[in-house]
């Protein structure tokens, strides 16, 4: 699997471009001042979810912050998808699209066990279907929540707000597709 490079100090440049500071970013993404500083100068690690976050704020594309050099290829090797996330701590995400350039955005998604994201619902403007490949996975949506296990697929609304938790101590992957592409 090749990893995709985030551009060191792309975040920054965003936010300058847009005349924002670090406190007007901090206050549209909930992130202290300090964690902003330490992630736009390459000093802390962030996770998939964080980023969204940043996006959002800033209101941009989440792939700005990445080199995005994917070419014009059609098939996706399996040790040539773009990989975002770190394995063993944080939610995987595998492209297996060629990139988030075409109308839609094909994902296999790793949560690692009993992973729970706090406070946090994912909202974007697009049609989602979720396929659970191995393990289960509880996903809400507004105030339904569903317990989905290999197999299960839910089709939803990205505009309500979603969020998913691994509750078990087993890995979980699914396959989601999304149009148009948010990652």
Not at 82 to 109: A, C, H, I, S, W
């Amino acid at each position: 699997m090749s990893g995709v490079t985030m551009e060191s100090g792309r975040i920054r440049q965003i936010r300058k471009s847009k005349k924002m500071t670090l406190q007007e970013l901090s206050s549209k993404t909930g992130l202290s001042v300090g964690y902003l500083s330490q992630v736009e100068r390459g000093l802390a690690d962030c996770s998939v979810s964080v980023l969204r976050r940043i996006a959002s704020g800033l209101e941009v594309h989440v792939l700005n912050f990445f080199d995005r050099d994917f070419g014009e290829q059609m098939v996706v090797r399996k040790n040539e998808r773009k990989v975002f996330g770190k394995k063993n701590n944080d939610v995987v995400y595998e492209l297996l699209t060629p990139d988030t350039q075409r109308k839609m955005q094909v994902t296999l998604v790793e949560f690692p066990p009993r992973y729970k994201e706090e406070n946090v619902s994912l909202k974007h403007d697009s049609e989602e279907w979720i396929m659970v490949v191995s393990g289960k996975i509880k996903f809400g949506l507004g105030d339904t929540e569903h317990v989905l296990e290999k197999g299960d697929a839910i089709y939803f609304s990205g505009i309500d707000g979603y969020h998913m938790e691994n509750p078990t101590d087993e890995k979980c992957q699914l396959i989601g597709v999304i149009t148009p592409p948010v990652l």
